[in-house]
């Protein structure tokens, strides 16, 4: 009786192990991926170039150079995904010999995310913009 106790208790400190190890790796890995996702770009304007911008974003999705010298840059920021209409199984309540019949579900559009920079004629950061479309 003794032996499958502390054999009990050895397999489910090996759980609790295992569990603490994947919720930290899980918590320092949202923590890496959320780190530069929101930048604080009012404290950008004015000190922050088109140059450092590409380093840092990669090459802008389209560029518009306006006579005065301004260039206008948009960056992709974010994927959305498409909405969708489709059929799936209603309650999971089946009687045997009865078909299930099929429930329509729609899932919502969600939008790309772009980032627009305006850069003065001397490449310093003049204004920024966020929209979704």
């Known amino acids: 009786m003794n032996f499958r106790s502390s054999t009990i208790c050895r397999f489910f400190s090996s ?3 295992w569990f603490l ?3 930290s790796a ?3 890995f949202l923590t890496a991926c959320s780190t530069n996702s929101h930048a604080n770009w009012n404290g950008r304007v004015g000190n922050y170039t088109y140059d450092q911008a590409v380093a840092e974003l990669g090459p ?5 150079v306006k006579p005065d010298g301004t260039r206008v840059a948009e960056w992709l920021a974010q994927k959305g995904r498409p909405g969708s209409v489709g059929f799936g199984m209603d309650a ?3 009687t045997p010999g009865i078909r299930e019949s099929q429930v ?6 969600v939008p790309d995310q772009y980032l627009r920079l305006t850069f003065g004629s001397d490449g310093r950061l003049q204004s920024w913009r966020q929209s979704a479309r």
Do not use: C, H, M, N
Request: no cysteine; net charge positive; proline share 9%.
């Open 15 to 17: 759980i609790q192990v």
């Open 21 to 23: 190890a994947l919720t």
């Open 60 to 64: 802008p999705k389209s560029t518009q």
């Open 26 to 28: 899980s918590l320092l």
């Open 104 to 109: 329509p579900y729609e899932t919502s559009r």
């Open 92 to 94: 999971g309540q089946v």
